[in-house]
């Protein structure tokens, strides 16, 4: 019986990592596409004369600082799972 509840818990903990593991991978996926995006925008910015994000500079530094943290933090809570 014994065995039966180590094995039991053995797979529950598995897949529990699996979900972890699948939900990290999606907040990477995120994380770089907000930085792509953001790139992006700033370099249409520079190449085009009818575009000005002056205003929105703060809030693209922001966003910019928040996903490079998301995707330094998934990728130590990558290396310890």
Known sequence: ???NMDAESSTFEFEHLIEA??????VLQVS?????IVDGL????LSTEGLNFQHCKGAFSMLQANSKSNERLSERVEKHM
């Open 1 to 3: 019986m014994d065995e």
């Open 21 to 26: 593991k699948n939900c990290l991978l999606r």
């Open 32 to 36: 770089e596409e907000q930085d792509e």
């Open 42 to 45: 700033i370099a249409a910015e």
